[in-house]
């Protein structure tokens, strides 16, 4: 238990590093410093510094597909699913700012299978975003002209935006933020269908 205690720490001490320095100019020194450990120490836990920023796609990924696996299991219509999704989404990028920033901007770091994963990852997304576009669409809860492709690659460019302005010190706290974008998210679907299908 206490190894795996001290992997999350590396992983989270990785990403202060990749977000604050960039994943080209940050060292597996950066990370043992701001991990407290020894450079030597920090090899028993990772093999390189691709292994490492691969190894925290692996875990983003794993929280991202919790949420996904969550909303899949709601009952209600499309669109409620959709909203849902769109708003726990929201908030997950808001409240891992910066691991949205490293997954967003240095994904291309990575070379062989692991860039292969993490394509195949990001389509994954997509697919699963697309797929319940489709069904508000199928259930007549869309504008019937929408495009589900167009549609999905809106919300993942309005999403995948969020590190670009957002600030924890903000005014707006984060569920606030999250509960527009949701409804930005639903509006760009539903289009010009009356608001009582959709609040």
């Not at 997950?92 to 994963?117: F, P, Q």
């Not at 576009?133 to 309005?158: P, Q, S």
């Not at 302005?165 to 933020?177: F, H, K, S, T």
Request: hydrophobic residues 45%; neutral net charge; contains cysteine.
């Amino acid at each position: 238990m206490a190894r795996r205690n001290r992997m999350e720490d590396v992983i989270e001490a990785a990403i202060r590093v990749f977000h604050k320095k960039g994943y080209a100019s940050a060292s597996i020194q950066d990370v043992a410093d701001e991990v407290g450990m020894l450079k030597g120490s920090l090899y028993h836990y990772i093999e390189s510094k691709e292994a490492l920023l691969a190894r925290i796609f692996e875990d983003s990924a794993g929280q991202f597909e919790e949420m996904l696996a969550a909303v899949a299991k709601l009952e209600g219509p499309p669109v409620e699913r959709l909203r849902h999704f769109a708003r726990q989404c929201s908030l997950w990028y808001l409240e891992n700012i910066e691991r949205v920033a490293i997954y967003v901007n240095e994904w291309e770091h990575l070379s062989g299978k692991r860039l292969k994963e993490v394509k195949r990852i990001r389509l994954a997304y997509e697919q699963q975003l697309g797929g319940l576009i489709g069904e508000v669409k199928a259930a007549g809860e869309a504008r019937a002209d929408l495009d589900v492709n167009v549609a999905t690659y809106f919300t993942f460019g309005a999403l995948n935006g969020l590190p670009t302005w957002y600030r924890r010190r903000g005014a707006d706290p984060a569920e606030a933020i999250a509960d527009r974008y949701a409804e930005m998210i639903v509006a760009t679907v539903v289009g010009g269908r009356s608001a009582g299908a959709v609040a």
